[in-house]
Each structure stands twice: as structure tokens, then as C-alpha cells.
């Protein structure tokens, strides 16, 4: 299939596939006007869409999302204010397997996610990095980070896809959940750098890990559904700081603020200077895998039906 053919099966796939509909559609009533809570705009329908089951994330800026879909795993961007999705990647013709999963967002409008080569000796897995405004591939991704199995835990020719992945704004440190989490570092020297990985005893009962955008802290949920967070450079003597119970924690750009989903469906963003936790009213959004953007006053997060998934965003209201 040629590029040029590729281009257009993207792009006539966009809408049927991604089942677009306006910002704040909806059938929620809504919370009390006066309390703060969580305003939704639904951008993907889940009715109509074939998103996949993973965080989406937000540019440096807040303008633009990024998110897993169809077809072959790629990675699409779309306005957060609305609009018609892209294409970033093109899995439909390259040598690269596996598809193009779990996107991040780095500093100056770059994009990263894993992926593995098919083709080869090469039986490492990658970070790959792209442009924000690349199409269907084009100006074509480029291998930011390269690691084997031996540094997550698997065997050296042993490939796995993680099960969540985050990044810092230049990707020099990441957090994975595998079978156990890691946090990974590397230097300066891109994909051939050796990388610096281990798995904390703190985190070894971790279900979400998320490293801040300034690499310095991670936050995470333990086996007991506490949220909590420490320093990335954190020893296994350190204590760990609690905030709170729930689910799916994510920073702001500046790392002093953590939201989080709590038991009862709400959103919670906790300050970590002041200790104070705002919770925002959402438990009729049913909020799915809600990320904090960089400003930290909204939110993007997936919506379901009918075990399909779609795609939306959240003011925070206060």
C-alpha cells in the first residue's frame, strides 16, 4: 500500500472509526451548580469509537490531546477544544511490530510511546519519539530510548509492552508497570545510552505509577488502593506520603499538584505544599483513566459503553 493510499485510509477512517461528536454532548444533568465539580465535554463518542483501553495525555500547552486507536495501534492527536483527530503515526506500513502504544507527551511538542521492531536482531523494546505535527507518519518517528528485558525484569530477548508507561518532559526518566513497576534513567546520549532501571520495594504492590513532568517525584497506588507519592530518588527506607484513596494519580507540569480519582468517582486534586485536597464532583461522568493537564485545571479521561471507549475532557470547576 502506498504512502499517499495510507494517508487517505487514515483520514477517511477518523470519523467513522473515532465516531467524533460536539464539545459537551452529553445526557448528565450535571452537579450542583455552586459546587465545584467537574464540567465534561465528550470529543470521541464511545458509541461510535474503537479508542484503546489507555491513559491519553496532554501537550506541554494543553491545546492538544494524544490517545491509543485504530487501525494497527497508532497514535492520533486532536484538539482539546474539539475538532477532527490525526494520525501521528502510520503502523499500517513500517518494519516496527506491536503497533504505537501508550503515548506521553514531552517538552516542545514531541510525543513518546513503546514499540518494538519485528524485523532484525534487534529484540529491544523503544521509546520512540514524534511531532506533534507529523501525519500519518510524516516526518516518521524516531528511537529516543532502547532497552532489553534484563532491565525490566524479563529475559534479554524478551519483549513486553507495559501495562502503563509514563515519561518525564525529556524522557530521561520513565515509570512502567510490567509483571512488577520500574523507574528507568538514562544520560543524554539517546537510544545508546545504557540505561539505569530498578524496582523499588515501595512500589513492588504498585497498580498505577505515574512520574511527574519534572521527573522528580512519582506517585502511585498501592495494593490497598492508598495514593500516595515520593521522591523519585527515594530509598527503600523512605516514608512514604499517603494522600488519599483511589486511583489513577497524574501531575501537574510544575509537579506540586496530584489528581486523582477517588472511591466515590470523584476527582481530587491535593496540593502537595499546602496539604489541601479539592474534590471536584464527577461521579455521574463515570470518569475512566483521568490524566491532569500541565496547567493542572483540567482533565482528559476516557469514557465507556458497551465496552467501547471514547474520549473526553473535564474543567475543573471550583
Not at 518494538?116 to 500519518?136: L, P, Q
Not at 528485558?149 to 507495559?162: C, D, F, R
Not at 522528580?216 to 495494593?223: G, H, S, T
Amino acid at each position: 500500500m502506498t504512502h499517499r493510499r495510507l494517508r487517505t485510509l487514515l483520514s477517511s477512517l477518523a470519523l467513522p472509526l473515532l465516531g467524533i461528536v460536539g464539545c459537551g454532548d452529553g445526557e448528565d444533568s450535571g452537579p450542583v451548580p455552586d459546587q465545584a465539580h467537574v464540567a465534561a465535554a465528550v470529543l470521541v463518542d464511545p458509541a461510535a469509537a474503537r479508542l484503546h483501553d489507555a491513559f491519553p495525555d496532554w501537550t506541554q500547552d494543553d491545546r492538544l490531546l494524544v490517545f491509543n486507536g485504530p487501525p494497527g495501534g497508532n497514535v492520533w492527536r486532536m484538539e482539546a477544544a474539539g475538532g477532527t483527530p490525526v494520525a501521528l503515526t502510520d503502523t499500517l506500513n513500517t518494519s516496527w511490530t506491536a503497533g504505537a502504544y501508550k503515548p506521553g507527551c514531552l517538552a516542545e511538542g514531541r510525543v513518546a510511546f513503546y514499540q518494538v521492531r519485528g524485523t532484525g536482531d534487534d529484540r529491544a523494546m523503544h521509546i520512540m519519539t514524534v511531532d506533534t505535527a507529523a501525519v500519518s507518519g510524516v516526518p516518521a518517528p524516531t528511537s529516543l530510548r532502547r532497552f532489553t528485558g534484563t532491565a525490566v525484569g524479563l529475559s534479554g530477548n524478551q519483549t513486553s509492552e507495559p501495562q502503563t508507561l509514563s515519561f518525564s518532559r525529556y524522557a530521561r526518566r520513565l515509570a512502567g508497570l510490567w509483571r512488577t513497576p520500574w523507574l528507568m534513567e538514562w544520560g543524554y546520549e539517546g537510544d545508546t545510552e545504557p540505561v539505569v532501571s530498578r524496582s523499588p520495594v515501595f512500589l513492588r504492590e504498585a497498580t498505577d505509577v505515574r512520574i511527574s513532568r519534572d521527573g522528580l517525584r512519582v506517585a502511585f497506588v498501592d495494593a490497598e488502593k492508598k495514593v500516595s507519592w515520593m521522591e523519585y530518588e527515594s530509598d527503600d527506607h523512605a516514608e512514604v506520603m499517603v494522600i488519599g484513596e483511589g486511583v489513577s494519580p497524574s501531575w501537574s507540569g510544575d509537579g506540586a499538584v496530584i489528581g486523582y480519582l477517588d472511591d466515590d468517582g470523584d476527582y481530587v486534586v491535593f496540593a502537595l505544599e499546602t496539604a489541601v485536597a479539592t474534590v471536584y464532583e464527577a461521579t455521574a461522568l463515570r470518569l475512566s483513566r483521568p490524566v491532569l493537564s500541565w496547567a493542572g485545571d483540567r482533565i482528559a479521561y476516557l469514557v465507556r459503553s458497551d465496552e467501547k471507549v471514547g474520549l473526553a475532557v473535564g474543567t475543573l470547576v471550583p
